[in-house]
DNA sequence: CTCGAAATCACCCGAAAGAATGACGACGGA
DNA sequence: TCCGTCGTCATTCTTTCGGGTGATTTCGAG
């Protein structure tokens, strides 16, 4: 949806927006209570959208709800020793759940909204810390290492 | 692990609400160019509705989406079965349990003592009776239907 | 405030993988 | 004998991987 925008400096420039955009909106608030008035037309629309938005997310995934419980008998923990002896991060370890599920480097991406690049840096400090040069490899040695199911 | 430490989706996020008050910023915008007064209130809120439903479904989906299992494995076909069934030949077998072990082409034809090209026309066959496209995934198809430990 | 870890992204380049063909010999069953 | 399967190998082409390097941003610890 948004993956392929790029704006270095968005989050200072979102809190300032935003930052500004509720004085703003707090002022008017304050002063349509002068007038008595009911609530801004502002503050309608972005509860209106906050609201129908997680409606539309609830809605969305009841939708797609599979209908058999698809068993799932195992969670799966992590090593978490392992990941820590071997230094791995947890993105690292997203990166190799992903590859072990057959994804290439640009699904991953998508999948993960990073660019393909930022995927292969992963993947490539995952076979670095597993000491391997493959991806097959690599998802037979987090399998052995309890990093994957 | 420790999800609340770690917000993968934050770019999005910032994206989505950054969208979010544009869209307000522009509805604003008409208002105060007296548009509004032209429409009901009521249809300005469906469509904030509306809008923010689909953009919530959207979202939602994008966030959660998970593939297909893409396989359920019969539980009353042993190896041989499934083997016949797919119509798999031992060689092909072979180099689907070399790929496993995370071996090049060119080393699981320097193994069988075959050239590169013949491993990935094998390679290819396999590829194709699985319904897959890559190694990793053969590899994953392969263990769930019995074929390779 | 400085420093380092983590995550992100870019660019380059060579190697590997995969898709699509075509071909050839051996072997076994109809 | 003819036909089909299997294994073998080649060529061409495109895509994907993997290694290497460098950069930026964010965040938290010291």
Do not use: C
């Not at 989050?11 to 608030?29: D, M, Q, R, S």
């Not at 057959?102 to 000491?131: A, D, P, Q, W, Y």
């Amino acid at each position: 949806m948004f993956p392929a925008l790029h704006f270095p400096h968005l989050k200072p420039a979102l809190i300032y927006g935003l930052a500004g955009g509720l004085l703003i909106a707090v002022l008017k608030y304050i002063e349509y209570q002068h007038f008595v008035r009911a609530y801004p037309t502002e503050l309608y629309g972005g509860l209106l959208a906050l609201i129908f938005t997680i409606i539309g997310i609830h809605v969305g995934l009841r939708w797609t709800r599979r209908r058999e419980p698809l068993s799932e008998p195992q969670p799966f923990a992590t090593n978490a020793e392992t990941v820590r002896e071997i230094g791995i991060t947890p993105r690292e370890l997203e990166i190799l759940g992903l590859i072990a599920e057959g994804l290439s480097n640009r699904e991953i991406g998508e999948r993960l909204f990073v660019s393909e690049n930022t995927v292969k840096t992963h993947s490539s400090r995952v076979f670095e810390k597993l000491g391997v040069n493959r991806r097959v490899q690599a998802v037979q040695k987090g399998k052995d290492l309890g990093l994957i199911p």
